[in-house]
């Protein structure tokens, strides 16, 4: 524990021996190791990201045909009821002209003298 002084001086116990030297050379061999295995992982990362994508990719594309053979459908099942419609209307205005066709006979006759 390091003691203030009167004069406030601080006084702290000396460091005993001397420091082992440090070996930077194997540090940053260490270092570039590290960083070495860190860029490998993140090409896998990357690789497997890629193969991903593609999977999206194939997935998205099927899903829109998958959308766009529904949507096909879903008109021509329109179309089809529209046409039916159509073709009930039409009967339906002709078995009426042949409705009107019969009063407008049935009405000359009860005119004749």
């Known amino acids: 524990m390091a ?3 009167a004069n406030g001086q601080v006084n702290t116990p000396s460091t005993p021996g001397t420091f082992a030297t440090f070996d930077w050379e194997e540090f940053e061999a260490r270092y570039v190791q590290a960083l070495e295995k860190a860029d ?3 090409e896998e990362l990357l690789r497997e990201f890629d193969e991903l994508v593609k999977y999206f990719n194939n997935w998205a594309a099927s899903s ?3 959308d766009t053979e529904r ?3 879903r008109l021509q ?3 089809r009821f529209v046409n039916l419609s159509e073709q009930t209307m039409a009967k339906r205005q002709e078995h009426m002209n042949e409705v009107l066709q019969a009063f407008q006979n049935a ?3 009860l005119k004749q003298p």
Do not use: C, N
């Open 64 to 66: 829109s045909a998958h």
């Open 3 to 5: 003691e203030i002084l």
């Open 40 to 42: 490998g992982q993140e």
């Open 107 to 109: 009405l000359a006759l």
């Open 77 to 79: 099942t329109r179309q």
């Open 71 to 73: 949507a096909i459908k």
